[in-house]
Each structure stands twice: as C-alpha cells, then as structure tokens.
C-alpha cells in the first residue's frame, strides 16, 4: 500500500518542476549543436518543443500523478535520443550515451519503479529499433547489435540499483508517513483526552462552585433565620421591657381607687411609728411613775415593795388576762407595727 505524504509529494514536485525546465532547455541546445555541427537544426528544434510540451500539459492538468512521472520519464530519455541523432558522424556520438545513464539517474528522483522502468523502456526499444532502422543515429560505423546489447546490459544494470533505491525510498517516505499520521493520530488522541480531561475538571469546578454556592445559600438562610429568629425574640425583650417599665410607672403613679399615692402613705406610717415610739415612752415614763407612788405609799401603810407580794396588783393581773395582753404600748406585739406599714404600702394583709 502507497502512502503519500508531504514530503514525498513536495520532492516530486520538485523534480518535475526541474525537469519541465531541462525539456524547455532542450530547444535552444538542440538548435544550437545543429547551427554548430551544421547540421539540421529545425526538426530536433520542433520534436524538443512537442517532448517538452506534452510534458508540462501532463503536469498542469494531472499534478504529479503516474501519468504525468511516465510522460516525464519518456520525454526526457527522447530528448537525449535527439542529442545522439544531432551528432551523427561526430566522435563525440558515443559520448551522448552518458547522457542516458544520467537522464535515468535524475528519473528516481520521483521515487517511483515505474518512472525508472518506462525510461529503460523507452531506451532500450530506441537502441534496438534504430540499430537496425538508423544505425548511425545511435553509434558511429553503422549497425553494431553486440555493442547495443552491451549498453541494454549496462542499462539494466543502472536501472535495477535504481528502481531498487527508489522502492526504498519510497519505503522509507511511507513508512514516515505512517509514523507521521500514528504520531498526529497520538497528539489528536491526547489532545481529545487532555480536552475530555479540562472539561471534566471544569465540570468537578463548577460542581465544586455550585455545591459551595449551595452551601453559602443554605448558611445564609440558616442565619437568616437565627438573625430573625434573634431579632423577634430581642423585639419581644424590648416590649416585655417596655411593658415593664409601663407597669413601674403605673405603681408609681396615684392609687385610682384612694387617689393617694404610695410616698404619701409611707410618709403616713412613719409618722405613726414615731407616734407609737413616742407614747411607748410616754406609757415607760407613766408607769415609772405610778409603780414609783405605789411604793411610797405601800411604805406609808407599812407594807412592802410590790414585788414582794408578787409584783404586781390583783386587778392588774385580771385585766393582762381579760385583754390577753399587757395594757401598756411597750409590751405590744413587734409585727404590729410592720402589719401597719405593709397596710400603708398596700402589701398584704392578714
């Protein structure tokens, strides 16, 4: 299997673009030997222009197709025929010869066996056909066929090294040409995979960046509802602080119901206590006195202290038990005095 490249493509390229110019070239050296040598110029003149013509029609219309490397190929080596026509009769007729072996040489340049084997072709049906048709055309003393297969060998010789040269050459270029399309079919494959590989990163990215977003959005809601949460509950602190407030101030307002107010009333029972404090040692001072008059007038009587006949009178006795308790204000109940002030205060009462 032949597979072209482009550096394979580019050397034929090459090669037909040099050799259309060595067939162009033809036309001019041909007259120029038939004007040198005196011989006949014109009709070499004409059969180079067709050889070279035909050559760059099959080039301009077929690329370098096998076509256009055959008609190459024979133009050329009909060209050096033409030469070796043109100096008939001259001693250097049987150098032209040489000319054929470099024309052949100059042919695997397109690295193509059968571009070699139609050149040895063509050169070998023009030595036998014109050995025996034209002998001086081709050698100078006329029809010599033992010197004719002498050169055939000699060509086959040259041609069989070259068509071997160009097969591996053509090798080599295919061979490149398969490890140029694996190479480029390896960086496509590793480009796809590097491709294929950003693109799932990029999709493991935004994944990554939607789950953080998610998360972000599921915080912020979260605390959303904490900050609400916390401000409804500092909004109801602030109105049970408000209603607290309302409700001191209402306590310190006036009583609706007495229209007093509580300073007044704890005024009042100040008051009242230092009343009682002041009778409590108003009654201390009276009974001082009294018991102290008892006793000067027990004495009179001739009878002892008080509290020898028990400390106290009879009647004194039966009235402590009537009232249950003693009838002065020094010997009252302590808590009587702070049932009074919890009643001015409008504490509770028993």
């Known amino acids: 299997m032949m597979v072209e490249n482009d550096g394979l493509e580019s050397l034929r390229q090459t090669t037909s673009r040099i050799l259309v110019a060595v067939l162009w070239l033809h036309v001019p050296i041909s007259v120029t030997i038939g004007l040198a040598l005196g011989k ?16 760059t029609l099959s080039w301009r219309m077929s690329g370098n197709g096998l076509s256009t490397r055959l008609v190459f190929s024979v133009a050329l080596m009909s060209g050096v025929s033409m030469f070796t026509w043109q100096f008939e009769g001259n001693p250097w007729q049987i150098d032209m010869h040489m000319y054929f ?22 050169v070998a049906l023009h030595h036998i056909a014109l050995n025996f048709v034209l002998p001086a055309a081709i050698y100078p003393g006329g029809s010599d066929f033992g010197r004719v297969v002498l050169h055939a060998a000699i060509l086959l010789i040259e041609a069989g090294v070259l068509i071997a040269l160009a097969h591996k050459l053509q090798e080599l270029f295919e061979t490149t040409a398969v490890k140029t399309a694996e190479a480029q079919a390896a960086m496509a494959a590793e480009a796809r995979a590097n491709r294929e590989r950003s693109e799932v990163e990029q999709r493991a990215k935004q994944d990554r960046e939607a789950a953080k977003q998610r998360l972000a959005g599921n915080f912020e809601r979260s605390i959303g509802g904490i900050v609400e949460a916390v401000a409804i509950a500092a909004g109801e602190v602030q109105h049970l602080s408000s209603a607290m407030s309302s409700k001191q101030r209402r306590h310190r307002a006036p009583d609706q119901c007495g229209g007093r107010s509580v300073e007044p009333g704890l005024e009042q029972c100040r008051d009242r206590r230092r009343r009682d404090r002041g009778a409590h040692r108003f009654g201390q ?12 007038r027990g004495q ?30 020094e010997h009252r109940e302590p808590d009587q005095f702070a049932r009074a002030e919890r009643h001015h205060r409008g504490g509770p009462r028993r």
């Open 285 to 296: 001072q009276h009974h001082a006195a009294g018991r102290t008059l008892r006793e000067h």
């Open 40 to 55: 006949a110029w014109l009709i070499p003149a004409i059969f180079m222009t067709i050889f070279a013509l035909a050559a």
């Open 101 to 122: 072996f470099a024309a052949l040489a100059c042919i695997v340049a397109y690295c193509d066996y059968r571009a070699i084997a139609a050149a040895t072709v063509a």
């Open 300 to 329: 009179g009587r001739g009878r002892g202290p008080p509290h020898q006949s028990g400390g106290r009178r009879p009647c004194q006795r039966h009235a402590e038990d009537r009232r249950g308790r003693h009838p002065y204000p």
